[in-house]
């Protein structure tokens, strides 16, 4: 019974999933349509997230399927109330050369992004409690479009940053990550409440080249909830194999001919 307990405990606390939706989250006023809280969101459905923002897309996983049972979040954060960051990465891999110049998440967002940046991160190696070797990472500013989907009360929405092209080799498993960040709301104690999670998909909706993706090989790494390197698919961690299948995200940039 205690370990029932706590893998509940630890999914509510890391994800969003179905087992939710009895207890929606609240929405904070920057996303409730108080003018005076400057959201830079539009809410209104815009085209496909790579048709926006992954261009040129040579990879992207597919979209979120808020109606399916086994959709889900998973925390991708940094805010005043996550202090330190929770990351969630996705893995690739590529069967030519490629030449990648920036990534698209898909994140459920319970506040404002502000300030309007994320962390970005690029690794190979990643195991369970090792996080390999990084390849490039930094602070950029992002790019926000509205999905126009909504799961358990929180809005999706694309963020992309953009870098110094880093160069992939084929064959090799590379992992990504982009954190979004709520780090400015002093003013009206949003961000100790906002969360943010990347979005899954379950059925690789609108994808290209999907299958690049290896299927459970969806890392957390989280100094803020005391979590290294562990597996989306580990059993502690709650999820069932088709929500941590796959993750809903893009690559920009070239491949090799």
């Not at 909504?150 to 992309?160: D, R, T, W």
């Not at 092209?165 to 409440?193: H, K």
């Not at 597996?231 to 090799?256: A, E, H, I, M, P």
């Amino acid at each position: 019974m205690k370990t029932t307990i706590f893998a509940v405990t630890i999914l509510f606390a890391l994800a969003l999933t179905t087992v939710a939706q009895s207890s929606k989250p609240a929405v904070s006023r920057h996303l409730a349509g108080d003018a005076s809280a400057g959201s830079q969101f539009q809410n209104n459905a815009l085209p496909a997230a790579k048709i926006g923002l992954c261009s040129p897309c040579i990879f992207y996983g597919g979209d979120l399927n808020p109606d399916d049972i086994n959709a889900a979040g998973m925390s991708d954060e940094n805010t005043l109330v996550i202090e330190g960051g929770s990351g969630t990465y996705g893995a690739v891999i590529f069967p030519d050369r490629a030449y990648v110049n920036g990534i698209i998440f898909n994140v459920q967002a319970s506040d404002a992004f502000d300030p309007k940046t994320a962390t970005y991160d690029i690794r190979e190696g990643v195991s369970d409690g090792y996080g390999g070797s990084v390849l490039q990472s930094g602070s950029s500013n992002i790019q926000i479009l509205s999905t126009g989907r909504n799961f358990l009360g929180f809005y999706e929405y694309s963020i992309a940053v953009h870098f110094p092209t880093v160069t992939l080799d084929p064959g090799v498993e590379y992992w990504f990550n982009v954190e979004p960040q709520c780090l400015n709301g002093a003013t009206d104690g949003s961000c100790y409440q906002g969360r943010f999670f990347v979005s899954n998909t379950t059925q690789g909706t609108n994808n290209e080249n999907g299958n690049y993706q290896p299927k459970h090989e969806m890392f957390l790494n989280s100094s803020f909830f005391g979590i290294t390197w562990a597996n989306w698919c580990d059993s502690f961690l709650g999820f069932n194999r088709k929500q941590c299948d796959l993750l809903s995200y893009g690559l920009v940039g070239t491949v090799s001919e």
